[in-house]
């Protein structure tokens, strides 16, 4: 499993750049699906029928997405300002390694005024930043353009005896989940075809699981996203990293789809927490929901720390426990899906 997360952990593709990496994540669905396709905005659909005429369709989605930047100017001096793609916390940007994808990929860092140099110690603003690659202005100009991306160059790899650090996390760790899932239902006498999507744009305005549920839809959906993780300065509504997975409950998650999941995690001795969510729950489940003419969706989350940043952190376990909940779930389902009504 580490292996796999650290491989989809290392692709590079933020926000509406997803196709430097969609064609691979498509290749690793085709041993396990009877088709994989990328949909006209650009996401993952890989299909493995059960055989069976009017199957219920099931579908499980991550979405497959990082955050970043993009390119606005290129200065006479040779150095790239930017703006953001997505939720990147500003703090975190000053002295960060980057990848700036242009005619070819160059390295850079983001540098700003050394502290002891300003006066009011005060975060820098994005528009304060610039990036240097130590090339002069007219390399730069003739590899990169603006509107070119960005992504945060760090993957750290194995952390301690269980755990994970790298970038994107949030939420390549999710669609490693889904192919492991898909891999475990491979020899599987199954009663539902399963729709598998690795979506796009989710950290733009969740577009990309929108539009898949609209074109797929199931008869029920099993959104997988990441959660906040407890933190020394943090633990109000977040998860303690090797708890299991996390499954919300609230008014915009099917109560009857959200309570199966619960009888197969106790069934099956898979640990799990409860996140309550009142409202937007933030994430693609958000919209999956009122596809069409609705689609009962439920959320797992996996606990994470350091959340949009390039150290993000995850224990492998929970993403083990989410893989095996959702597969026993698939395992039980028998074709008849009144007991959603």
Known sequence: MKKLIKRLSDMRGISGFEYRHT???AKMFEKYCDEVVIDSLGSVIAVKRCGLENAPKIMIEAHCDEIGLIITSITD???????????????TLPMTEVVVHGRRDLWGVIGIRPSHMQNNGKTAAIKEMAIDTGLDAYTVKDIV????SVTIAQSIGALGNTQFSGKSL???ASVAAIIKVMQNLEECRLHTDIYAVAAVQEEVGCRGGKTAAYAINPDMAVAIDVCHGITPDNNENAFELGSGTVISVGPNLHPKLTAALFNVAEKNNIKVSIDVDGGNTG????????ARDGIPTALLSIPLKYMHTSV????????EMTVNLITEFIKEQK????WLS
């Open 77 to 91: 001096d040779g150095y790239l300002t930017f703006a953001n793609v997505g939720g990147v916390d500003q703090r």
């Open 23 to 25: 064609s691979e994540i």
């Open 312 to 319: 993000e952190t995850l224990d492998v376990y929970d993403v």
């Open 170 to 172: 949030d939420d390549r």
């Open 145 to 148: 353009s603006i509107g070119d």
């Open 335 to 338: 074709g008849d899906t009144q």
């Open 283 to 290: 994430t693609d489940a958000w919209e999956i929901q009122v």
